[in-house]
């Protein structure tokens, strides 16, 4: 497990009004205001824990320099943005997998008249990543792209030159903790 602080930011109501009429079609919810954010791509909504599958944001404690030269904390930047997305599309969510507690959604966000995946637009804007599996290979292909074409455009927080993929961060940090385990030899 990380050993990055787990911190959590409410999503106030105040502010996020509901449209009225505009229920979730069957199967989905909506990702609504008063949820607790805990990351950039995670939320608890009392006892049950959701996060967007296969993107990862910025881990908390995690650091960039922007452009005033000012260090400031990546997972904020990241949990920030997710909050806006919140607020402006009013996202509606379907259960993907439950593993450990852990139910992994994919949601759609309504931005004018359209209807566009959640994931992308995080990752898009540079505010968000491809998730990567243990083999270091993303978990969706359209992510990765999607990384790259924000990456390339230096879009969001690829704009700064330190800015880091959590999967570096949370690399080190495994093997790290694989470092300081006793040797069994």
Same mark, same amino acid.
């Given at each position: 497990? #990380?050993? !990055? +602080?787990?911190?959590?930011?409410?999503?106030?109501?105040? $502010?996020?009004?509901?449209?009225?009429?505009?229920?979730?079609?069957?199967? &989905?919810?909506? %990702? #609504? +205001?008063?949820?607790?954010?805990?990351? $950039?791509? #995670?939320?608890?909504?009392?006892?049950?824990? !959701?996060? %967007? &599958?296969?993107?990862?944001? /910025?881990?908390?404690?995690?650091? =960039?320099?922007? $452009?005033?030269?000012?260090?400031?904390? /990546?997972?904020?930047?990241?949990?920030?943005? !997710?909050?806006? =997305?919140?607020?402006?599309?009013? +996202?509606? /969510?379907?259960?993907?997998?439950?593993?450990?507690?852990?139910? &992994?959604?994919? /949601? =759609?966000?309504?931005?004018? #008249?359209?209807?566009?995946?959640?994931?992308?637009?995080?990752? @898009?804007?540079?505010?968000? !990543?491809?998730? %990567?599996?243990?083999?270091?290979?993303? &978990? @969706?292909? @359209? =992510?990765?792209?999607?990384?790259?074409?924000?990456?390339?455009?230096?879009?969001?927080?690829?704009?700064?030159?330190?800015?880091?993929?959590?999967?570096?961060? %949370?690399?080190?940090?495994?093997?790290?903790?694989?470092?300081?385990? +006793?040797?069994?030899?």
């Amino acid at each position: 497990m #990380s050993r !990055f +602080p787990l911190i959590t930011l409410a999503v106030i109501a105040m $502010g996020f009004g509901s449209t009225a009429g505009s229920a979730a079609p069957p199967g &989905y919810f909506d %990702l #609504s +205001p008063g949820v607790t954010l805990t990351t $950039g791509e #995670s939320w608890s909504d009392g006892a049950e824990n !959701f996060r %967007l &599958y296969g993107i990862q944001s /910025c881990i908390r404690s995690t650091t =960039y320099t922007n $452009g005033a030269g000012q260090v400031a904390d /990546c997972g904020e930047a990241s949990l920030a943005m !997710f909050a806006a =997305y919140i607020k402006d599309t009013k +996202p509606v /969510c379907a259960p993907v997998i439950v593993l450990h507690e852990l139910t &992994y959604v994919m /949601c =759609y966000a309504t931005v004018g #008249s359209d209807q566009l995946d959640l994931g992308t637009l995080l990752v @898009s804007s540079g505010f968000a !990543f491809a998730a %990567l599996d243990r083999d270091g290979l993303p &978990y @969706s292909a @359209s =992510y990765a792209v999607a990384e790259q074409t924000a990456r390339e455009g230096k879009r969001g927080l690829w704009q700064f030159s330190d800015v880091q993929h959590p999967a570096i961060a %949370l690399a080190m940090e495994a093997n790290k903790t694989t470092e300081d385990a +006793p040797n069994d030899r």
